[in-house]
């Protein structure tokens, strides 16, 4: 994982199962945890208190349609894009799009909501995909 973190972030910092770093302008931490064989990537987007009930209804779907395997979620008060996987299954290209989606999510936040180019189960002209 360190290694990949070097080779496509910058300033990163930490070891031992916990890095920052920034990829594209964008702050992500990975925590891992090999006892309850998890991973973890975070970055941060917005203070959640401040989050319009329309911003929020747009995480939520995008969390449905665009955002792939990254989420948007809160946590302690802060909105985030998370990708979480099991550590032992971890393969490098999973790791390599995760990064990827975390950072797109960010990036598009109040725009498109995106973690990457697919758009999953949306119907032309939009809509839902039940009807």
Do not use: K
Not at 33 to 61: H, K, N, V, Y
């Amino acid at each position: 994982m360190q290694a990949l973190f070097h080779a496509v972030a910058e300033d990163v910092e930490g070891g031992d199962g916990a890095w920052q770093f920034d990829v594209e302008g964008v702050r992500v931490a990975c925590l891992t945890d090999s006892r309850f064989d998890r991973m973890r990537l975070i970055a941060p987007i917005a203070d959640a208190s401040e989050l319009t009930e329309e911003q929020r209804d747009a995480c939520l779907e995008a969390n449905f349609h665009t955002a792939l395997d990254a989420r948007y979620a809160t946590s302690d008060g802060v909105l985030y894009a998370a990708y979480l996987h099991p550590l032992g299954s971890l393969t490098e290209e999973d790791l390599h799009s995760a990064l990827g989606q975390v950072v797109s999510l960010v990036l598009t936040y109040g725009d498109t909501y995106s973690g990457g180019t697919l758009v999953f189960g949306v119907p032309p002209g939009g809509g839902s995909a039940m009807n």
